[in-house]
């Protein structure tokens, strides 16, 4: 079942609005019993687990999924709030028949999402994606009652997650003597994230670690720098991790309050790996159609071979896969070490960073600067999915797509694409003149706002 038929599945599990299909309390429970039928089936009792982020309606969707799957007859470990990578890393080690994540990621309170790992702990595949939409047009039907399924508390989650956290870097190293501030973005990293960096010898400032349910990315996290900028420098530390609502994206920012984003993180830790020697790099790194050519050019600069995917941390994986290699990652903040984990772990990258870092003994800024960035302008503008397509092949945008890339030449580019995650369209322009790029990417914007007036 293709992606474009589905009516649940997105690119990244399930996601929409709270209160509004399907993410009602009716239909969240139908999932978790259609789930429950696919992923463990006759395989009875079976154990799925559940952890979540700090949304409010985090715990309406834990106990709908709860119930589900316990009619089902399938039993659930509640890991309550964990981190997305965390999630997938105890699925794997505790020999779960899967797992679920309740998070819209990077999006506000009032969005919610649910998306699956497998046992061992990657993301869903899309034939299982399709049997479980293909069994939610079954009726619910609810085992014998001897038959249940029951549901457990999961102990000493987080302390496990942490060790394996810690396990990721060299035992003999430590970051004693790095003052770090950390942004939890009020989510599900804001105790296991802080707790880590000071066993590891760090002194931290914890900022974004006030969840309330509603707080969660809101003017914080990886997707708003301003206040972890303004503390690092505030502050006076090495730099700054901002991870966001659920903890599989890693933004940073240096002792100046700079951004380093994802491809220039992705950067650092290709080239570490790399004059590290051996074979952890397991042959190339793979980014997406929106990583900056200056992260190619720079990788070809160290005789490191480059791919690109389509956007989206699942296409970056699969491409991964595809290749055997073993780093990849988006500028968004998705950063893929297959080595460590099955999925894209903020925790896991920083640590990479800051151990790249003491090893070295240069900055983060140091570090980054290594990367030849090319100018590069994204504008967001709001779009429903359903009207994307449409727009997008309006006359008025191609002409004004034609018009910036011969603006840019040669070394510009230009992209246009929904987002997955949001009701979106990102325009991304690309090229050695700056302000080109901000002057292609706004005309461009502008099109695609004035198309959807004419199209609705």
């Known amino acids: 079942m293709s992606t474009a038929r589905r009516k649940l599945f997105g690119t990244d599990g399930i996601r929409g609005a709270v209160g509004e299909e399907p993410l009602t309390p009716q239909t969240v429970t139908h999932l978790g019993w259609a789930a429950g039928r696919v992923l463990v089936g006759d395989r009875l009792p079976g154990k799925i687990l559940i952890g979540k982020d700090t949304r409010i309606s985090g715990y309406i969707m834990e106990s709908a999924l709860e119930a589900g799957l316990n009619s089902a007859g399938v039993d659930v470990g509640l890991l309550y709030t964990m981190p997305t990578p965390a999630i997938a890393y105890l699925t794997r080690t505790s020999r779960a028949g899967a797992g679920i994540v309740i998070s819209a990621s990077h999006n506000l309170y009032q969005d919610n999402g649910i998306k699956f790992f497998t046992r061992g702990g990657a993301k869903l595949g899309d034939d299982a994606e399709a049997a479980i939409e293909k069994m939610m047009a079954q009726p619910l039907t609810m085992m014998a009652a001897r038959h249940l399924g029951k549901t457990a508390n999961f102990d000493g989650a987080a302390g496990r997650y942490i060790e394996f956290c810690k396990s990721t870097i060299p035992h003999r190293d430590s970051l004693e003597g790095l003052k770090l501030v950390v942004d939890c973005a009020n989510g599900a990293?804001?105790?296991?994230?802080?707790?880590?960096?000071?066993?590891?010898?760090?002194?931290?400032?914890?900022?974004?670690?006030?969840?309330?349910?509603?707080?969660?990315?809101?003017?914080?996290?990886?997707?708003?720098?301003?206040?972890?900028?303004?503390?690092?420098?505030?502050?006076?530390?090495?730099?700054?991790?901002?991870?966001?609502?659920?903890?599989?994206?890693?933004?940073?920012?240096?002792?100046?309050?700079?951004?380093?984003?994802?491809?220039?993180?992705?950067?650092?830790?290709?080239?570490?790996?790399?004059?590290?020697?051996?074979?952890?790099?397991?042959?190339?790194?793979?980014?997406?159609?929106?990583?900056?050519?200056?992260?190619?050019?720079?990788?070809?600069?160290?005789?490191?071979?480059?791919?690109?995917?389509?956007?989206?941390?699942?296409?970056?994986?699969?491409?991964?896969?595809?290749?055997?290699?073993?780093?990849?990652?988006?500028?968004?903040?998705?950063?893929?070490c297959l080595d460590k984990n099955t999925t894209g772990?903020?925790?896991?990258?920083?640590?990479?960073?800051?151990?790249?870092?003491?090893?070295?003994?240069?900055?983060?800024?140091?570090?980054?600067?290594?990367?030849?960035?090319?100018?590069?302008?994204?504008?967001?503008?709001?779009?429903?999915?359903?009207?994307?397509?449409?727009?997008?092949?309006?006359?008025?945008?191609?002409?004004?797509?034609a018009d910036a890339e011969s603006a840019l030449g040669e070394g510009g580019r230009v992209l246009l694409r929904p987002s997955g995650t949001q009701p979106l369209v990102r325009v991304m322009a690309e090229g050695e003149d700056a302000a080109a790029v901000q002057r292609a990417a706004g005309d461009i914007a502008d099109a695609v706002r004035e198309s959807i007036a004419a199209v609705q």
């Not at 991790?241 to 650092?268: E, K, Q």
């Not at 870092?357 to 967001?380: D, K, S």
């Not at 994307?388 to 945008?397: I, N, P």
């Open 345 to 401: 772990d903020g925790i896991i990258a920083a640590l990479e960073v800051l151990h790249g870092m003491t090893r070295a003994g240069r900055t983060l800024a140091e570090l980054a600067a290594a990367m030849p960035a090319v100018p590069q302008a994204t504008v967001n503008v709001p779009l429903a999915s359903a009207a994307a397509d449409r727009v997008l092949a309006a006359g008025r945008v191609q002409d004004a797509v």
């Open 189 to 336: 990293a804001y105790q296991v994230a802080p707790q880590l960096l000071h066993e590891l010898g760090a002194e931290v400032v914890a900022i974004g670690d006030r969840p309330d349910g509603f707080n969660i990315n809101q003017g914080c996290g990886s997707t708003s720098l301003g206040a972890l900028s303004k503390a690092v420098t505030a502050h006076g530390a090495a730099c700054g991790i901002a991870l966001d609502g659920d903890g599989d994206r890693l933004i940073m920012v240096d002792a100046a309050g700079g951004t380093v984003d994802g491809d220039r993180l992705l950067y650092i830790l290709a080239a570490g790996r790399h004059a590290a020697g051996g074979d952890s790099l397991g042959g190339g790194v793979v980014g997406t159609a929106m990583s900056n050519i200056g992260l190619a050019r720079g990788l070809a600069g160290l005789g490191i071979a480059f791919a690109r995917s389509a956007v989206g941390d699942r296409h970056v994986l699969a491409e991964l896969n595809r290749r055997g290699w073993l780093l990849g990652g988006e500028a968004s903040g998705h950063l893929i």
